[in-house]
Nanobody, 114 residues
Protein backbone atom coordinates (compact mmCIF):
# COMPACT_ATOMS: atom_id res chain seq x y z
CA UNK A 1 0.00 0.00 0.00
CA UNK A 2 1.43 3.34 -1.08
CA UNK A 3 -1.55 5.68 -0.96
CA UNK A 4 -3.24 6.50 2.32
CA UNK A 5 -6.70 5.15 3.08
CA UNK A 6 -9.21 7.66 4.41
CA UNK A 7 -12.40 6.65 6.20
CA UNK A 8 -15.10 7.95 8.49
CA UNK A 9 -17.02 10.22 6.17
CA UNK A 10 -20.77 10.19 5.78
CA UNK A 11 -23.97 12.19 5.70
CA UNK A 12 -24.72 14.34 8.73
CA UNK A 13 -27.05 17.18 9.55
CA UNK A 14 -25.81 20.69 10.13
CA UNK A 15 -24.36 20.89 13.63
CA UNK A 16 -23.37 17.25 13.64
CA UNK A 17 -19.97 15.64 14.15
CA UNK A 18 -17.71 13.19 12.38
CA UNK A 19 -14.29 11.73 13.01
CA UNK A 20 -12.15 10.98 9.99
CA UNK A 21 -9.27 8.53 10.02
CA UNK A 22 -6.34 8.14 7.66
CA UNK A 23 -4.25 4.99 7.50
CA UNK A 24 -0.91 6.41 6.47
CA UNK A 25 1.12 3.24 7.00
CA UNK A 26 2.39 3.23 3.43
CA UNK A 27 4.71 5.73 1.84
CA UNK A 28 3.47 8.57 4.06
CA UNK A 29 4.62 6.85 7.25
CA UNK A 30 8.00 8.60 7.05
CA UNK A 31 6.61 12.10 6.70
CA UNK A 32 6.74 14.29 9.78
CA UNK A 33 4.25 16.97 8.80
CA UNK A 34 0.85 15.67 7.72
CA UNK A 35 -2.31 17.40 6.70
CA UNK A 36 -5.98 17.00 5.98
CA UNK A 37 -7.22 18.52 2.75
CA UNK A 38 -10.65 18.82 1.20
CA UNK A 39 -12.10 19.46 -2.22
CA UNK A 40 -15.63 20.59 -2.80
CA UNK A 41 -17.28 20.35 -6.26
CA UNK A 42 -15.99 23.09 -8.51
CA UNK A 43 -13.33 24.16 -6.01
CA UNK A 44 -9.63 23.60 -5.71
CA UNK A 45 -8.30 21.24 -3.08
CA UNK A 46 -7.48 23.14 0.10
CA UNK A 47 -5.52 22.42 3.25
CA UNK A 48 -7.76 22.46 6.32
CA UNK A 49 -5.40 21.28 9.06
CA UNK A 50 -1.77 20.27 9.53
CA UNK A 51 0.22 18.66 12.33
CA UNK A 52 3.88 17.99 12.97
CA UNK A 53 5.50 21.39 12.59
CA UNK A 54 4.88 22.69 16.10
CA UNK A 55 1.33 23.47 17.13
CA UNK A 56 -1.35 22.17 14.79
CA UNK A 57 -2.54 24.73 12.28
CA UNK A 58 -6.01 25.22 10.82
CA UNK A 59 -7.69 27.06 8.02
CA UNK A 60 -9.68 30.02 9.34
CA UNK A 61 -12.92 28.41 8.18
CA UNK A 62 -12.50 25.40 10.51
CA UNK A 63 -10.75 26.92 13.55
CA UNK A 64 -12.51 26.00 16.74
CA UNK A 65 -14.50 23.23 15.05
CA UNK A 66 -11.91 20.79 13.69
CA UNK A 67 -9.10 19.08 15.61
CA UNK A 68 -6.26 17.20 13.95
CA UNK A 69 -4.37 14.50 15.83
CA UNK A 70 -2.20 11.50 15.12
CA UNK A 71 -1.23 8.15 16.57
CA UNK A 72 2.34 7.60 15.45
CA UNK A 73 2.39 4.00 16.67
CA UNK A 74 -0.50 3.21 14.33
CA UNK A 75 0.59 5.59 11.53
CA UNK A 76 -2.91 7.00 11.69
CA UNK A 77 -4.05 10.57 11.29
CA UNK A 78 -7.40 11.80 12.62
CA UNK A 79 -9.67 14.77 12.05
CA UNK A 80 -12.38 15.37 14.61
CA UNK A 81 -15.04 17.65 13.20
CA UNK A 82 -17.81 19.22 15.25
CA UNK A 83 -20.51 21.77 14.51
CA UNK A 84 -20.41 20.83 10.85
CA UNK A 85 -21.88 23.21 8.30
CA UNK A 86 -23.15 22.65 4.76
CA UNK A 87 -20.07 24.42 3.38
CA UNK A 88 -17.92 21.68 4.95
CA UNK A 89 -19.31 19.31 2.32
CA UNK A 90 -16.36 17.95 0.35
CA UNK A 91 -14.16 14.95 -0.24
CA UNK A 92 -11.52 14.86 2.50
CA UNK A 93 -7.99 13.58 1.90
CA UNK A 94 -4.83 13.19 3.93
CA UNK A 95 -1.34 13.72 2.59
CA UNK A 96 1.95 15.14 3.70
CA UNK A 97 2.29 18.90 3.98
CA UNK A 98 3.33 20.07 1.48
CA UNK A 99 1.40 17.42 -0.42
CA UNK A 100 3.05 14.85 -2.65
CA UNK A 101 1.03 14.31 -5.81
CA UNK A 102 1.76 10.59 -5.95
CA UNK A 103 0.28 10.06 -2.49
CA UNK A 104 -3.33 11.17 -2.89
CA UNK A 105 -5.77 8.48 -1.82
CA UNK A 106 -9.43 8.05 -2.72
CA UNK A 107 -10.59 10.36 0.03
CA UNK A 108 -13.74 10.11 2.11
CA UNK A 109 -16.94 11.98 1.30
CA UNK A 110 -18.42 14.28 3.93
CA UNK A 111 -21.88 15.63 3.20
CA UNK A 112 -23.57 18.07 5.56
CA UNK A 113 -27.26 18.72 5.05
CA UNK A 114 -28.94 21.93 6.14
Amino acid sequence: QVQPVESGGGLVQSGGSLRLSCDASGALASFHIMGWYRQAPGNQRELVAAIGGGSPSYADSVKGRFTISRDNAKNTLYLQMINLRPDDTAVYYCNSHPAVNDYWGQGTQVTVSS
